[in-house]
Every structure is written in C-alpha cells, then in structure tokens.
C-alpha cells in the first residue's frame, strides 16, 4: 500500500474514531437490559451464520464441523452468561466505611472506560472476536476490532455478522494487516486487547503508552505439563495426545514440552504415541487422511515449525513418533521427539503445531528448575495422583491457568474462569465478568451524606482538639468492629433526620 493511501485511511480512521466517542458517551447511559439485549442480537446473528462460519475454518485450517461447532459453544455460553449477569455486575458496589468515614457512604461504581480497540489473531478467530466484544459491549464501550488477515475468510464473516447488527461508531470491524493494526495504533483509544505473540505484543504495548491506554495482551510461550511418577500414565498419554493435536497444536494453551519421571517416560512416550494413532490415525490410513487433523494455517508457519523440527533433529533429537511433512499440504504429523537439550530452538521458541518434546527428570526439583528457566507461561498441567506431589508443583512454578490431571479444559468451558497469562504470556484476566471489568473504571465514589461531629474540625488552623485525635490515632492501631461503624452511622443518619438535616 502506498502512502498516500495510508494517509487517506488513516483519515478515515480518524473520522470514525471521532464518530464512536460521540457514541461512547451514548453508551455509557445504556441499561444492562438495552446492552444484554444487543449481546443477544449479535448471538443470533453468528448462529445464524454458522454454514458460513464452518466453511471458513475449513478452508483455513481445514477444521471439522465438531471444533467449529465447540467454539461457537464457546461464545454462546459466554454470550448467555454476560446477559444473564450483567446487571448486578453493573450495580454499584457498596464500601465499607471507617471511622474517618463517618457520615459518609462509599461505593464503587464500574464505568466504561470508552473506546475499545481489539487487535485479534487467527487459530480461534471467532471466539477471539466475541468473547471480548461481548465483554466490552456488556462494560458499555464502543468496539473496533482488527482480525488477523491470516484467517480472512473469518475475518470476512466476522464483518458480515457484525454490519449486520451494529452501526459502525459502535462496532466496527476492519480488516487488513498490520498495516491497519499500525493506523488504528496512532489512535487514543482507552483500552486495547490483543491477542498474539510477543513481537506485536511489544509493539502494541508501545503504542497504548503513548496515549496511557491500558491493555491486556493475550499471548503465549512454551507451556509445560509435568508427568510424575505418581500419574495414571495411559490416562495422562491420552489426554496430552489431545491437547498438543487439537487445532493442529495451534492453541495458545496447548502443552509444549512434556517433563516426564524417568521411571515412567518409556511408558508415557509409548501410551503417547498409541493414543495419536488411535484418535487421529484410527484405520490406519495415515494422519493425513484423517478429517480429525487439521492443516497449518499458511506456509510460513509450516517452515517456522518444520525449521525448529530439523534444528532439533540435526543437534541429536530422538524422533519417537511421526515427523511427517507435506508442504504441499501444509500438514504435519503428530510427533514426539526426545533427547532434546537447551540449546534447541525447539526448547525456547514455542511450537504452535502438533509437536511434543519429552524432558525426563529424576528429582521434582528439576522439572521445576526447567520450568523457571523460561517465562512465565499461559498453562500448566500437573498429571499425579498423589496430593503433595500436586502441591509441590503448584506452589514452586506459576502460570496464568493450571489444570490438575487434564490439560486445555480451563478454556471455553466456565465463564466464571480467569483466562489470561502472567507477564511474556499475557497481562490481564479475560471471560466472563473479567472482560467487563478490563473494559470498566472502576470509579470510587464518597458521598458526604450527614455531618458527623464537628465537620470543620479538620481544617486549619488546627485546634488541640484536632491535633490530640490525629496523635492518638497515631500511637496505636485502629480496630473498631464494622458493626460498630455501620452502627454509629445508623445513629449519626437518624438524629441527622430528626433535626431535618
Ligand atoms: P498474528 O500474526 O495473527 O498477529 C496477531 C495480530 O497482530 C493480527 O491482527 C496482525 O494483523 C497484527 N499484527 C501483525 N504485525 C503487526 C504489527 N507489526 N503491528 C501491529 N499489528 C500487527 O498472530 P500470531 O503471532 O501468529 O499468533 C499466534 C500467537 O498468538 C501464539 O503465540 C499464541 O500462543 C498466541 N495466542 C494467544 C492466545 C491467548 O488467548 N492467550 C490465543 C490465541 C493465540
């Protein structure tokens, strides 16, 4: 694009930000009724495309009916929550008052921050649009959202639905590349959600402080999940065959690598191995004949991936299962590889593709050396059976989500859940009533409501009075029961009354 068009859309841009301000003020009037009913009209209208939704992501990353399917179940839950919630979420909260409060009432009140923007990425793209538009319609914000352009025929959908519903200085979708990311950028919006790896994370983080917009950034890194010896070994091979296979291992939640007890990583690779072949290779005719895997999602990620496969291979990596490659295809195999050390790529850079590396260790204390050695990831996963085993890795490692003894089931199943990442993973807690509040000022309010002893007590000049109070409350600590307080609110409300204050 040349510059001049740049300039003409920023201008454009620019044109429509100012329209959706004009809105925001609009909107921050609205009732949780008028902004559930709205959520619920947006519902429909991805349902009602659904044909439209299931061809777009096969044509993308070749999905099956059924994945679809449980992403739109995603987003309807997540819809059917916020407008069943969404009014005592709204409501003023009240605050406990203290003694320096007296005759006065507190509260909090959750306020729209105003403008959102939403930089958004491809392997889920639907739930990643809607589940954080519906979180900042609920809060009672305008909307403009950028999907990634490496999933456009969603991203074409997205916009369909969206028009359809909405008028664009309350929700807008523009697509393009990053070119439009880097426009929409320039542009002081309040909050800022992005959903991608670190390198944009960065640049988006830039920008949101040239304008003091706060942002949470979903991203991801290498996930761990942890195989002690205590774990049901043909149950956790299972269900990490799943997690690191579904979407083609494009989940931001997928495990990574895998520290398996030595004492049990024969078993686990081969129960591994068995239960790829038996979900996604079942008659025997080959991964790829499967309609279970899906494709890569262009070819730049297929040579990113098969670039950190061979660099594994040639430093003396194990290929224990799989490792096929059809460019042609964008296909790639379920693969275990072993023997990998530090100095492969593969163990710093995160996969995103069908790919587990296994890292046995001997001590407890290891697995949780390797796991601190890299950022703080998005997901953990613990396989064991034996309770402190359990604890001993939960209390020494952290990370935005764990699962005990199943590994991606955090997302997508429970609006009550806190999604996010800690730091290089992510900043920021979204689903549920989490985006509501990362899109609300959480605004305190103090009413001064009725006069409470001497009200000009605390103004200069100072009395002994005034002095002798603050001295005392000085040398000790303050612990008057809130029942007291509430209590002699109470009176201070009812005299205040009766002398028609
Ligand atoms: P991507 O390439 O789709 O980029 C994401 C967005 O950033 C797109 O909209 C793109 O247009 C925009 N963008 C690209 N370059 C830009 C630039 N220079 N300036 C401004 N905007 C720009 O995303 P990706 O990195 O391929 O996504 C995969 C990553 O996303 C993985 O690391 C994965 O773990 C992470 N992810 C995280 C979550 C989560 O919820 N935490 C969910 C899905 C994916």
Not at 460 to 479: C, D, N, R, T, V
């Amino acid at each position: 694009m040349n510059m001049n068009a740049v300039l003409k859309e920023a201008n454009i841009y620019g044109e429509l930000f100012d329209r959706q301000k004009i809105k925001s003020h609009e909107l921050a009037l609205t009732t949780a009724a008028q902004r559930a009913d709205k959520i619920r009209a947006l519902l429909k209208a991805i349902m009602d495309a659904r044909p439209a939704i299931l061809e777009a992501g096969y044509k993308e990353l070749r999905l099956n009916p059924t994945d679809l399917d449980a992403q739109l179940l995603m987003v309807k839950g997540e819809a059917e929550f916020i407008a069943r919630h969404l009014e005592s979420w709204m409501a003023d909260q009240p605050i406990q008052g203290t003694l320096m409060t007296l005759g006065k009432k507190s509260y909090v009140r959750y306020e729209p921050k105003g403008m959102v923007l939403h930089v958004s990425t491809w392997n889920a793209p639907i739930a990643e649009a809607f589940v954080l538009a519906f979180g900042a319609m609920a809060a009672g914000c305008t909307f403009v959202l950028k999907p990634s352009e490496l999933a456009p025929h969603s991203a074409q959908v997205i916009a369909d639905i969206v028009e359809k519903v909405l008028k664009d200085d309350e929700f807008v979708v523009l697509n393009g590349g990053a070119e439009v990311s880097a426009e929409l950028l320039k542009l002081p919006f309040n909050h800022i959600f992005y959903v991608g790896g670190h390198g944009v994370g960065r640049i988006i983080m830039r920008a949101a402080a040239e304008h003091f917009a706060t942002v949470t950034l979903e991203m991801g890194g290498k996930n761990p999940v942890i195989v002690d010896q205590t774990a049901d070994i043909a149950e956790a091979g299972r269900k990490i065959a799943w997690g690191r296979v579904a979407n083609a291992g494009q989940v931001c939640l997928a495990p990574d690598y895998a520290l398996v007890h030595d004492s049990v990583v024969k078993e686990f690779i081969s129960e591994l191995g068995k239960s790829m072949t038996s979900m996604y290779n079942p008659d025997g005719k080959g991964y790829n004949k499967s309609a279970d895997v899906p494709r890569i999602v262009n070819i730049r990620h297929f040579e990113r991936i098969k670039a950190l496969f061979d660099d594994a291979v040639a430093k003396g990596a194990k290929l224990e299962h799989g490792g096929e490659f059809d460019a042609a295809d964008l296909f790639i195999s379920p693969t275990i590889l072993s023997g990998v050390t530090e100095d492969m790529r593969i163990m710093t850079e995160e996969i995103f593709g069908p790919i587990i590396c296994i890292v046995p260790f001997s001590q407890r204390e290891q697995a949780i050396t390797t796991i601190r050695r890299r950022p703080k990831p998005l997901g953990s996963y613990i396989f064991a059976k034996d309770r402190a085993a359990i604890d001993f890795f939960l209390a020494r490692t952290t990370s935005g989500s764990t699962v005990v003894n199943h590994n991606l089931v955090q997302s997508g199943t429970n609006a009550h859940f806190p999604f996010g990442g800690v730091n290089a993973s992510g900043i920021g807690r979204i689903g549920g009533r989490y985006t509501f509040l990362e899109c609300s000022n959480t605004r305190g309010v103090v009413e001064d409501q009725y006069p409470a002893g001497d009200p000009n007590i605390m103004f200069p000049p100072y009395s002994e009075k005034y002095k002798g109070m603050i001295a005392q409350m000085l040398g000790k600590e303050i612990k008057v029961p809130n029942g007291v307080i509430n209590l002699i609110n109470g009176i201070i409300k009812i005299t205040a009354k009766l002398k028609g204050k």
